[in-house]
Nanobody, 128 residues
Protein backbone atom coordinates (compact mmCIF):
# COMPACT_ATOMS: atom_id res chain seq x y z
CA UNK A 1 0.00 0.00 0.00
CA UNK A 2 0.88 3.69 -0.35
CA UNK A 3 -0.11 6.92 1.36
CA UNK A 4 -2.28 9.29 -0.66
CA UNK A 5 -3.18 12.91 0.04
CA UNK A 6 -5.65 14.83 -2.13
CA UNK A 7 -5.86 18.58 -2.57
CA UNK A 8 -7.56 21.13 -4.79
CA UNK A 9 -11.22 20.74 -3.93
CA UNK A 10 -13.51 23.70 -3.33
CA UNK A 11 -16.62 25.58 -4.33
CA UNK A 12 -17.12 26.61 -7.95
CA UNK A 13 -20.00 27.79 -10.10
CA UNK A 14 -21.44 25.62 -12.83
CA UNK A 15 -19.30 25.86 -15.94
CA UNK A 16 -16.17 26.52 -13.93
CA UNK A 17 -13.02 24.45 -13.48
CA UNK A 18 -11.05 22.82 -10.69
CA UNK A 19 -7.85 20.82 -10.64
CA UNK A 20 -7.48 18.05 -8.09
CA UNK A 21 -4.08 16.66 -7.17
CA UNK A 22 -3.08 13.55 -5.29
CA UNK A 23 0.39 13.11 -3.81
CA UNK A 24 1.59 9.55 -3.30
CA UNK A 25 4.36 8.21 -1.11
CA UNK A 26 5.66 4.84 -0.07
CA UNK A 27 6.44 3.01 -3.32
CA UNK A 28 7.76 3.67 -6.80
CA UNK A 29 4.96 5.78 -8.21
CA UNK A 30 5.25 4.62 -11.81
CA UNK A 31 4.73 0.97 -10.83
CA UNK A 32 1.00 1.15 -10.20
CA UNK A 33 -2.22 2.49 -11.67
CA UNK A 34 -4.10 5.41 -10.15
CA UNK A 35 -7.76 6.31 -10.10
CA UNK A 36 -10.28 8.89 -8.98
CA UNK A 37 -13.63 8.00 -7.49
CA UNK A 38 -16.35 10.20 -6.02
CA UNK A 39 -19.19 9.86 -3.57
CA UNK A 40 -22.17 12.18 -3.38
CA UNK A 41 -24.39 12.36 -0.29
CA UNK A 42 -26.69 9.37 -0.09
CA UNK A 43 -25.05 7.65 -3.05
CA UNK A 44 -22.52 4.91 -3.53
CA UNK A 45 -18.93 5.62 -4.42
CA UNK A 46 -18.54 5.74 -8.19
CA UNK A 47 -15.67 5.59 -10.65
CA UNK A 48 -14.55 8.81 -12.31
CA UNK A 49 -11.24 8.18 -14.09
CA UNK A 50 -8.13 6.02 -14.01
CA UNK A 51 -4.69 6.05 -15.54
CA UNK A 52 -2.59 2.98 -16.16
CA UNK A 53 -1.06 2.35 -19.58
CA UNK A 54 -4.22 4.02 -20.95
CA UNK A 55 -6.68 6.45 -19.48
CA UNK A 56 -10.25 5.55 -18.64
CA UNK A 57 -13.29 7.68 -17.85
CA UNK A 58 -16.87 7.23 -16.83
CA UNK A 59 -19.21 8.39 -19.57
CA UNK A 60 -20.57 11.37 -17.65
CA UNK A 61 -17.16 13.10 -17.49
CA UNK A 62 -15.73 12.26 -20.91
CA UNK A 63 -14.71 15.41 -22.72
CA UNK A 64 -14.79 17.46 -19.50
CA UNK A 65 -12.30 15.76 -17.16
CA UNK A 66 -8.68 14.82 -17.85
CA UNK A 67 -6.56 12.55 -15.68
CA UNK A 68 -2.78 12.82 -15.84
CA UNK A 69 0.23 11.79 -13.80
CA UNK A 70 3.65 13.23 -13.13
CA UNK A 71 5.92 10.36 -12.14
CA UNK A 72 8.76 12.74 -11.27
CA UNK A 73 6.55 14.46 -8.68
CA UNK A 74 4.62 11.35 -7.58
CA UNK A 75 1.32 13.05 -8.31
CA UNK A 76 -1.83 12.30 -10.24
CA UNK A 77 -4.09 15.13 -11.31
CA UNK A 78 -7.70 15.46 -12.35
CA UNK A 79 -8.47 18.54 -14.41
CA UNK A 80 -12.20 19.16 -14.28
CA UNK A 81 -13.74 21.61 -16.75
CA UNK A 82 -17.32 22.65 -17.46
CA UNK A 83 -18.35 21.45 -14.02
CA UNK A 84 -21.99 20.66 -13.35
CA UNK A 85 -23.96 20.58 -10.08
CA UNK A 86 -24.16 16.79 -10.43
CA UNK A 87 -20.38 16.64 -10.12
CA UNK A 88 -20.72 17.68 -6.48
CA UNK A 89 -19.17 14.97 -4.32
CA UNK A 90 -16.22 14.01 -2.19
CA UNK A 91 -13.46 12.97 -4.57
CA UNK A 92 -11.08 10.19 -3.60
CA UNK A 93 -7.73 9.28 -5.05
CA UNK A 94 -6.89 5.57 -5.16
CA UNK A 95 -3.95 3.34 -6.07
CA UNK A 96 -3.82 -0.23 -7.36
CA UNK A 97 -0.46 -1.28 -5.95
CA UNK A 98 -1.05 -5.03 -6.20
CA UNK A 99 -0.42 -5.18 -9.96
CA UNK A 100 1.68 -3.25 -12.45
CA UNK A 101 -0.22 -0.88 -14.76
CA UNK A 102 -1.76 -2.75 -17.68
CA UNK A 103 -4.38 -2.70 -20.42
CA UNK A 104 -7.09 -4.14 -18.23
CA UNK A 105 -9.89 -1.96 -19.47
CA UNK A 106 -12.48 0.21 -17.81
CA UNK A 107 -14.32 -2.85 -16.48
CA UNK A 108 -11.32 -3.49 -14.23
CA UNK A 109 -10.31 0.04 -13.29
CA UNK A 110 -13.85 1.17 -12.59
CA UNK A 111 -14.14 -1.27 -9.68
CA UNK A 112 -13.16 0.24 -6.35
CA UNK A 113 -12.33 -3.19 -4.96
CA UNK A 114 -9.30 -3.36 -7.27
CA UNK A 115 -7.69 -0.37 -5.54
CA UNK A 116 -5.97 -1.08 -2.24
CA UNK A 117 -4.91 2.42 -1.13
CA UNK A 118 -7.16 5.43 -0.66
CA UNK A 119 -6.82 9.08 0.24
CA UNK A 120 -8.98 10.90 2.74
CA UNK A 121 -11.03 12.68 0.08
CA UNK A 122 -11.53 16.29 -0.98
CA UNK A 123 -14.87 18.05 -1.30
CA UNK A 124 -15.97 19.47 -4.64
CA UNK A 125 -19.13 21.57 -4.64
CA UNK A 126 -20.61 22.97 -7.85
CA UNK A 127 -23.30 25.60 -7.46
CA UNK A 128 -25.97 26.21 -10.07
Amino acid sequence: QVQLVESGGGLVQAGGSLRLSCAASGRTFSSYAMGWFRQAPGKEREFVAAIALNTYYTDSVKGRFTISRDNAKNTVNLQMNNLKPEDTAVYYCAADTNRPPGYRGVSYYSRAINFDSWGQGTQVTVSS
